[in-house]
């Protein structure tokens, strides 16, 4: 078991070049220091901390979203799970990086590109170079106008949620349009979240999601 050993295996797809990048991780290597997972392309990197809270926190780079995002994961699960995968909170079904038994994350990661790959095939993107555009460049009108068709459908169907009670009646939300995405927020609450619009396949993991869930 992995439990036992205090080894895992943990691994990521680089958002700049595409390559899996794959490495053990032990107990001792995480309480000594930060570990670092570096693409050959050096383009970039994902860091893993054990915290004073004896919990294991990680920063993973994302193939849609300009920023990393942050994963804590009890020492338990980090360790003892034959295969465990992180998701970007913004589009379910795309994964960023996943923790397990060295032979299940190799497939897992095999798998998860075959499946990038179909995706960018459908949305018209030829290779990995152009998973980001300029961070600087406003929103194509057509991936904003798509963004906005399932922002109002959501709102329409009841499936925005945010920190308000269920049955609360009262709750209203705004689109407010950024450089870097549409931004939605409840008026009542202030829960919020940001929907990229800097790529075709954010749009299209976007219009796949079943619901909008405001933190």
Known sequence: MVLDSKQT?????????????????????????????KCTC??????????????????????????????????SLFYGKDL???QCPYASDITLAMVGESNR?????????????????KSGIQNFDHFHDDEEALPDPQILDIVMFVI???DA???????????????QYEAEILNEGVKVTCKKCGASRLIPTDSRLSAHAFLNADALHLE
Request: one cysteine or more.
């Open 9 to 37: 295996t943990v691994a990521y797809r680089c958002p700049a070049c595409g390559a899996g990048v794959l490495s053990a991780v032990n107990v001792f290597s995480l309480s000594a220091d930060m570990v670092k997972l």
């Open 42 to 75: 050096g383009k970039s990197e994902m860091s893993i901390v054990s915290g004073s809270d004896k919990k294991i926190h990680m920063t993973v780079p994302c193939l849609i979203c300009s920023t990393p995002h942050r994963y804590t994961l009890n020492a």
């Open 84 to 86: 465990f995968t992180m």
């Open 105 to 121: 994350v190799k497939a897992e990661l095999a798998r998860n590109e075959l499946e990038l790959l179909d995706m960018m095939e």
């Open 152 to 154: 109002n459908d959501m």
């Open 157 to 171: 169907e009841g499936k925005i949620y945010c920190k308000c009670a269920p049955t609360d009646n009262g709750r």
